[in-house]
């Protein structure tokens, strides 16, 4: 007994679509097995070595379908003003017009698969369903990593209409004729002509930020662009904290982090990587899930040392998406241990290592379910979520930003969150440094407008009677000679252990006219070898940059308009006032 409205739909958009079948996908094992031996098939797949990488397989992408199109992807509301400036916008009579043509017949010759999901843990108040349709069975088999997906999700809609409309087929993945574009007022999600993650597993940056952000303004709730872990102290108490950082910035390395052996006690519990969903407790605070039951992480610079989790995470069960493929059938990119002399790149061509070109792609992937995850924490599941006593934001700024600052109060921190700035990472470009705002790290993924949602930011916090304290974090800061002052990974934790402390009330603090910043000698520098200079840079205010800093502020907010809250403005000025005492 199918749903009457999934299946109405269905219909239509076989009418559309023409595939010569539909497949229900159930969730089963014996369907992935099905689907893989299929995809090994038409060669939408490879298998890696059973022995040493049990039921790990291979994609490639095609060569320009490699990462996220931003400037392909569009919110499509009948006014535009509700897309606002950081969107870009088409008109939904439009989009739907134009994407028919495209849609139109595309999956002839091809199998059409319906993939019902859920976001978050089944039975949770947190959850939104949505169905996929799709031409890749690459999509499914991912679709099967990251969601609760199949039976599980019929189940859970029951006869209800309730569920976000995701159609997706690769067409003939023609970069003219792609289009990622979401229609939140009819919670539908028409994404063509790629067959790239963030482009096609719709449930994820599509559904689960861009919709979902739609949704949460209206709701009262919010999704965001952020890791979720847990830090255990020596006396057992885990402290919860939630973390925006942009793509390609350590978010799965730090939801991953192992402690330094000088930092014994200490224990990291992973719940995510990339999406949260908040809402407020009965208690007054903040309470987080992740929607995601996978890692879809960058998979150059992982090895053993920069996320040893990680490499144990994808030891199996795994889809590799543009990586380089070994002479014995397993997966090497940049950064990995072991360089192999030869094997075959990410386009499928020879490789050898003197070459000079990359093996995998610098924006290669791993697909990897969370349940492997050696600190996989097991409040994951839990319906209820995690309650959040600290969110971090940060970028990657060479200058300026210190290594962690914390804001005076929740309006203060949604400025600060709102004006962050990164430096595009390699996977962009290797020359420019120029910086990007990217707000809340969010700039491709508020499904709104940004004004509306920096006013949904300062409301929740009005309604939170415990709101988690606001830091700014900035592993990324460089000395005269562009060398890393911070030393990263999992001596973070020292930074972490200074935030949860504060969370908690405590002191060692001083006050600077950006924020709070770690008293003089108080953060643990046992066992890390970092000079009392550097330190003094990393905690530092300059003045003269920062009234720069505020002017660049300016014009960010002048960009966004008339719906910038005043709030947000009165922060900038108070700020500027504050740097010139
Ligand atoms: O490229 S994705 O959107 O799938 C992943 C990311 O950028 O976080
Ligand atoms: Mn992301």
């Known amino acids: 007994m199918v749903n009457k409205h999934v299946l109405a739909w269905v219909k239509e958009m076989e009418g559309l679509c023409k595939p010569d079948r539909v497949v229900w996908c159930d969730g089963s094992k014996e369907e992935k097995e099905r689907l893989t031996k299929e995809a090994f098939k038409t060669g939408e797949l490879i298998e890696f070595n059973q022995e040493k990488l049990p039921g790990c397989v291979f994609h490639r992408t095609a060569e320009n379908d490699v990462a996220r199109t931003e400037h392909l992807t569009f919110i499509c509301t009948s006014k535009k003003e509700d897309a606002g400036p950081t969107n870009n916008w088409m008109a939904p009579v439009d989009a739907y017009s134009k994407l028919s043509g495209i849609f139109d017949g595309a999956m002839r010759g091809r199998t059409m698969y319906v993939v019902p999901f859920i976001m978050g843990a089944p039975g949770s108040h947190f959850n939104k369903i949505g169905v996929e349709i799709t031409d890749s069975i690459y999509v499914v088999l991912n679709m099967r990593i990251m969601t609760n997906m199949g039976d599980v999700a019929m189940k859970a809609l029951g006869n209800t209409g309730d569920f976000t409309k995701c159609l997706h087929s690769k067409a003939d993945l023609d970069i003219n004729r792609r289009f990622i574009c979401h229609f939140p007022e009819d919670n539908t999600i028409w994404s063509v002509g790629s067959g790239y993650g963030g482009n096609v597993l719709l449930g994820k940056k599509c559904l689960a930020l861009r919709i979902a952000s739609y949704m949460g303004r209206k709701e009262g709730w919010m999704a965001e662009h952020m890791t979720l872990m847990g830090i255990e102290k020596p006396d057992g108490e885990i402290i919860y904290v939630a973390g925006a950082f942009p793509s390609a910035c350590g978010k799965t390395n730090l939801a991953m982090l192992i402690p330094p052996e000088s930092m014994k006690g200490y224990k990291i519990w992973t719940l995510g990587d990339d999406i949260v969903w908040l809402r407020i407790g009965k208690d007054g605070r903040m309470w987080a899930i992740n929607p995601e039951t996978g890692f879809f992480g960058v998979a150059p610079g992982t090895n053993k040392k920069t996320n040893g989790n990680a490499m144990r995470t994808i030891s199996k069960n795994t889809i590799f998406t543009n990586v380089l493929l070994k002479e014995d059938r397993t997966v090497w990119w940049e950064g990995l241990e072991d360089k192999p002399e030869k094997g075959i790149d990410w386009k499928g061509d020879q490789w050898n290592s ?18 492997q995850c050696p600190t996989g924490s097991p409040e994951t599941n839990n319906p209820e979520g995690v309650p959040i006593s600290a969110v971090l934001f940060g970028g990657r700024r060479a200058k300026l930003a210190p290594l962690v600052y914390e804001s005076f109060n929740w309006q203060h921190g949604v400025f600060v969150a709102a004006t962050m700035a990164s430096e595009p990472t390699a996977a ?78 405590g002191d060692r603090a001083v006050k600077t006219p950006i924020g709070y910043v770690p008293a003089r000698g108080v953060l643990n520098l046992d066992g890390v070898n970092v000079s009392a200079g550097d330190m003094e840079k990393l905690l530092s205010v300059d003045p003269k940059a920062w009234i720069a800093e505020a002017e660049s502020i300016k014009g960010f907010f002048d960009k966004i308009g008339g719906k910038l809250p005043k709030e947000l403005e009165d922060e900038r000025k108070a700020l500027v006032g504050r740097l010139k005492e």
Do not use: C, Q
């Open 354 to 371: 003197y070459s000079g070109k990359p093996g995998a792609h610098p924006n290669s992937r791993f697909t990897t379910p969370i349940s």
């Open 428 to 505: 962009i470009s290797d020359e420019v440094h120029e910086i990007r705002r990217d707000p809340m790290a969010m700039l491709p993924f508020i499904g709104y407008n940004a004004g509306d949602y920096f006013k949904h930011w300062l409301d929740m916090g009005k309604k939170l009677k415990n709101p988690p304290k606001i830091f700014h974090v900035n592993w990324f800061r460089t000395d005269g000679e562009g060398k890393f002052m911070w030393p990263g990974f999992g001596e973070n934790l020292r930074v972490l252990e200074w935030i949860i402390h504060r969370a908690d009330g």
